[in-house]
T-cell receptor
Framework: SQQGEEDPQALSIQEGENATMNCSYK?????LQWYRQNSGRGLVHLIL?????REKHSGRLRVTLDTSKKSSSLLITASRAADTASYFC??????????FGPGTRLSVLP | EAQVTQNPRYLITVTGKKLTVTCSQN?????MSWYRQDPGLGLRQIYY???????DKGDVPEGYKVSRKEKRNFPLILESPSPNQTSLYFC??????????FGQGTRLTVV
């Protein structure tokens, strides 16, 4: 399997705190993407970071990529209860072949 | 509006009764893929297709078939469903170093 790992598997924080999730992978990538899923629903695209980029921002989201360590992180700042969801990273292995990890379940407590 | 449409959204069937889950996209994407999602296992790829008449196995292809006769459609076929194929299924499409678009999912129960 080409699956990597998200870490941690589950994360509980208070509203207003920052949440950091990590993603590791095993093969070289074309780009890496982060998705969000609310309980049993479809996945929503958050951010795409290309292999030649190191950091990307979108609103309260910040994604970093370290290709030498084959890892990425997603930071959600000033979290809200509505951020409660599962977060997945997906590796695009050049063949437009999106490979997902098991995800991180984030709970933001009011 | 960009859309990936899966049907049905919910299905309860019996062991051994052939079924097809359809997936259709209106974005003219070359790449399409099927995933299953089970608790604690994330999304596991079943099959993917890089273009019409080109399909490849993903991580968990056993018990499934696909076809890609035209660009917009990528049906998932379960010839003889078994209870271990009870899962939430997602179809996705993409094109050249951009995001993937997902359908809303099909919740399948095999009894």
């Amino acid at each position: 399997s080409q699956q990597g790992e998200e870490d941690p598997q589950a994360l509980s924080i208070q509203e207003g705190e920052n949440a950091t999730m990590n993603c590791s992978y095993k093969t070289s990538i074309n780009n890496l993407q982060w998705y969000r899923q609310n309980s049993g629903r479809g996945l929503v695209h958050l951010i795409l970071i290309r292999s030649n980029e190191r950091e990307k921002h979108s609103g309260r989201l910040r994604v970093t990529l370290d290709t030498s360590k084959k890892s990425s992180s997603l930071l959600i700042t000033a979290s809200r209860a509505a951020d409660t969801a599962s977060y997945f990273c997906a590796r695009d292995n050049y063949g437009q072949n999106f490979v997902f990890g098991p995800g991180t379940r984030l709970s933001v407590l009011p | 509006e960009a859309q990936v449409t899966q049907n049905p959204r919910y299905l309860i069937t019996v062991t051994g009764k052939k079924l097809t889950v359809t997936c259709s996209q209106n974005m003219n994407h070359e790449y399409m893929s099927w995933y299953r999602q089970d608790p604690g296992l994330g999304l596991r790829q079943i099959y993917y297709s890089m273009n019409v008449e080109v399909t490849d196995k993903g991580d968990v292809p056993e018990g499934y078939k696909v076809s890609r006769k035209e660009k917009r459609n990528f049906p998932l076929i379960l010839e003889s469903p078994s209870p271990n194929q009870t899962s939430l299924y997602f179809c996705a499409t993409g094109q050249g170093n951009t995001e993937a678009f997902f359908g809303q999912g099909t919740r399948l129960t095999v009894v």
